[in-house]
């Protein structure tokens, strides 16, 4: 939604810049609030190049006051933080995120979990793979009718905000050259 990926997320809850809380489900989810989110934007539009100081200065006076518009830093506010273009703009994603989700079910009946768009069997991330492998709104709408264009525009902010669960496929021997090769003859083998 803001552009960072979930490491810098994740960074950002484990220096304390934003206090996420567990989720009640059991699982190792961060639940975060708006103006959580606003910080993060914030983040993601450059206040990551800050040190640490001045973003913790910039995060407390949030924290201390949610519908705060701006943060001057430094003696003489020699530097301004525009938070209000930043809560816009959190807010949008937000509301992307959310249409996004009304768009998508995932259904143990369905194609076994995988999450399709709602009254189709078409997987999200199949089309947001085609989007990021250079596929055109037009080429996806050709193939597959029954989408729409906003469909197609939200599955990458879908795939971003859900990711698959679990460790990814390891290949240890990929891309390495065999340590052994043998050779027999055809005759010893018959």
């Given amino acids: 939604m803001t552009g960072l990926s979930l490491a810098a997320v994740h960074k950002a809850i484990d220096t304390g810049l934003i206090k996420a809380k567990a989720a009640r489900t059991g699982t190792a989810r961060r639940l975060l ?3 959580q989110i606003v910080y993060l934007q914030l983040e993601a539009e450059g206040v990551r190049l800050l040190p640490l100081r001045a973003r913790r200065s910039v995060a407390k006076a949030m924290r201390r006051s949610p519908q705060l518009d701006e943060v001057a830093l430094g003696n003489g506010h020699v530097l301004l933080i525009k938070v209000s273009t930043a809560r816009r703009k959190a807010d949008e994603g937000l509301r992307r995120l959310v249409r996004a989700e009304k768009m998508v079910i995932s259904d143990p009946e369905v194609l076994g979990g995988t999450p399709v768009y709602r009254g189709t069997r078409i997987p ?6 085609m989007l990021a492998q250079g596929a055109s709104v037009k080429e996806i709408l050709e193939g597959y009718p029954s989408l729409s264009r906003e469909m197609i525009e939200m599955a990458p902010i879908y795939v971003r905000a859900f990711p698959r669960r679990g460790r990814p496929a390891r ?20």
Avoid: C
């Fill in 171 to 190: 290949r240890p021997w990929a891309g390495q050259k065999p340590k052994r090769a043998t050779s027999h003859a055809r005759s010893a083998l018959d």
């Fill in 33 to 35: 609030t708006r103006e």
């Fill in 124 to 129: 999200v991330r199949l089309v947001a793979d």
